[in-house]
């Protein structure tokens, strides 16, 4: 799994609707976990994506 700062990252593990943040840090080589994600509550949390994540890329401007 590799992503980029402004990725976003989808959660759907015992979650509806999906706890959705944006990565606003990659701490692995070359865009690999662990990833320090901001959620839209304000709180922050580094973390190892789970089989149950889904990076969304962000689309070029």
Do not use: C, W
Not at 2 to 10: E, L, P, W, Y
Not at 15 to 33: H, K, S, T
């Amino acid at each position: 799994m590799q992503a980029h700062v402004g990725d976003s990252i989808r959660i759907t593990v015992l979650r509806d609707p999906p706890l959705v943040g944006e990565i606003v840090e990659v701490l692995g080589p070359d865009g690999a976990p662990p990833y320090r994600v901001k959620f839209p509550n304000g709180h922050e949390l580094v973390m190892n994506p789970s089989p149950d994540t889904i990076i969304e890329h962000r689309r070029p401007r």
